[in-house]
């Protein structure tokens, strides 16, 4: 999966310890909508979601 650097950088600021689940959770969302890159509107899309559930 292609992370834009403005999307690499916003990962950056989640804490290492959960980074990669973090980064993995993304991915998969990302794969359900058929995105084969996460800019950075997708990824305040999809940390936005990780609270309503």
Known sequence: MDWSAEAEKALKEVPFFVRPAV???????????G??????????EAKAQFGSK
Do not use: G, H, L
């Not at 980064?23 to 909508?33: P, V």
């Not at 890159?37 to 305040?44: E, G, K």
């Open 23 to 33: 980064r993995k959770r993304i991915e998969s969302m990302a794969r359900d909508t």
């Open 35 to 44: 995105r084969t890159t996460i800019d950075v509107d997708f990824y305040a």
